[in-house]
């Protein structure tokens, strides 16, 4: 059973979300300024019913056990590592890509694992991270010798990213494109998880050359030597013990997210299903909403607070203590636990001042949250050549005094959110693998923004399973 958004039935045990339907948002789109128009309405509407009948990308079953998980995470008794592309792309969507986004999310997580005592839930930016806020919506550029003004690369669920009118232009086709990629991408680490990809012994999955680098400190690098040994040991323990392997005794979980930018894909794929109250929204498990459209009064907060669905929000330096605890409860009106992510992207020079305000406001009012940390959206820079890069350094920072500010408040980190590849990129400058400014151009890949590479997420892991243990 399948109700179709925008007639949504009478159903008494619904959990009251008043004057919600999953299209209430449409009456809001123009309020907050949107950041793309589709002019063909037609393919608009022919899209949108295309992806409203066809089956979804996850199951509520999921969602709920997800929003458990997240329960769990809160009470300080989970970790939540979610991760991955900043954009995936459509011609991105190749088996060697996704099998090491899945690596390295599984290696960090076994990092976390050892380094923290406690399971760790691993969440996927990835199977829908189509979709780009931009600060502008149109950009300047040269198109057939002249200068032209063109809307802004909206990422491959809106238009594609050459600088022409056509490719610029919102294409609905995309969405249902993109919806199948989505689907190619869920099939594959569904069979993967299923075929004993997570078998951990493989010594070719465990890439710690960056610890021969020169730079490498002895103490860091003892450190470094001295986890990876136990946590090999532990795992032949395990092993042992069970006389099985890993993904036997523990099954590996991989949960999706996505920003959820395009409300007509979200609300395209937002239905009922047997047996439970309330709409799921099943293109996937967790959206987030992004620091540019969390406005209360916006379309975005509008839509996701209606949902079933555990949701994220970033928020920036900027907000205020009293308009998060507004925003809490809009989005969150039951104080539902393991329904809201809090995603802080405070940059490492304003976390400390930043971040402990609003940990005492939601702590003082009695809101259930999860706190989790983005160390990389603060911490944009640009080099002297005009890249845009990170720092290890800073997204260290960041994550070090995130830590210090949940100690001092006696509120718990319960995750933390990084853009990364398992591949090995040259886009954050810095970590002991030892990429400068001048190596940002050998490999830089990234459509949108830098994510750091296979080391030096491996790397960020143990130093963040350290600071954690320590402080
Ligand atoms: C992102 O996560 O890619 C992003 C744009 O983040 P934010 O909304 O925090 O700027
Ligand atoms: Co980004």
């Not at 690596?103 to 829908?128: D, E, Y």
């Not at 491959?156 to 086709?173: C, E, M, S, V, Y």
Request: glycine residues 10%.
């Amino acid at each position: 059973m399948t109700d179709r958004p925008g007639n949504p039935p009478q159903d008494a045990r619904a959990p009251t979300t008043e004057n919600w339907s999953p299209d209430s948002w449409l009456r809001l789109s123009s309020v907050a300024g949107s950041q793309y128009a589709y002019t063909d309405e037609t393919a608009l509407v022919r899209a949108t019913a295309r992806l409203a009948e066809l089956p979804p990308l996850v199951t509520s079953w999921e969602i709920e056990k997800l929003k458990d998980q997240i329960a769990q995470a809160q009470q300080g008794r989970r970790f939540i590592l979610q991760g991955g592309d900043c954009a995936e792309t459509l011609t991105d969507c190749r088996p060697d890509s996704i099998t090491n986004k899945l690596k390295i999310l599984l290696q960090m997580s076994l990092v976390l694992i050892h380094g923290l005592r406690m399971p760790v839930t691993r969440i996927g930016r990835f199977a829908g991270q189509y979709a780009k806020p931009r600060s502008s919506p149109t950009e300047p550029g040269e198109f057939n010798g002249a200068r032209v003004e063109l809307p802004s690369y909206f990422g491959d669920l809106i238009n594609r990213a050459d600088f022409t009118p056509d490719a610029r232009t919102p294409d609905p086709g995309l969405l249902v494109q993109g919806y199948q990629h989505a689907a190619l991408t869920l099939n594959f680490i569904r069979s993967l998880l299923d075929g004993g990809f997570a078998d951990l012994h493989h010594p070719e999955y465990w890439d710690l050359s960056f610890l021969q680098n020169a730079d490498l400190s002895p103490k860091r690098k003892a450190q470094y030597e001295h986890m990876s040994r136990t946590l090999a040991d532990g795992l032949a323990f395990m092993e042992n013990l069970g006389e099985q392997k890993i993904e036997d005794s523990t099954r590996v979980d991989f949960y999706t997210s996505h920003e959820g930018l395009n409300l007509h894909y979200e609300l395209a794929q937002t239905r009922r299903v047997p047996r439970r109250s309330g709409w799921y929204d099943l293109t996937t498990h967790l959206p987030w909403i992004g620091e540019r459209t969390r406005r209360i009064d916006g379309p975005h907060v509008e839509f996701f607070r209606g949902i079933r669905n555990p949701v994220g929000v970033k928020i920036g330096p900027k907000i205020a203590g009293e308009e998060l605890i507004r925003l809490i409860d809009t989005l969150n009106p039951h104080n539902e636990p393991g329904k809201l992510m809090l995603i802080a992207r405070m940059g490492a020079g304003r976390v400390a001042d930043a971040l402990p305000p609003l940990l005492e406001t939601v702590r003082r009012e009695g809101r259930t949250v999860l706190w989790m940390s983005d160390p990389m959206h603060g911490n944009g820079i640009k080099t002297g050549a005009g890249i845009k890069t990170r720092s290890f350094d800073d997204i260290l920072l960041e994550l070090e005094r995130t830590v210090d500010a949940h100690k001092a408040e006696g509120t718990h980190l319960g995750g933390v959110h990084f853009e990364l590849t398992g591949e090995d990129v040259t886009e954050c400058i810095g970590g002991a693998a030892g990429v400068g400014e001048d190596d940002l151009t050998r490999n830089y890949a990234s459509p949108c923004d830098p994510r750091l590479n296979y080391q030096q997420s491996l790397e960020l892991a143990f130093l963040l399973a350290g600071a954690m243990g320590r402080r």
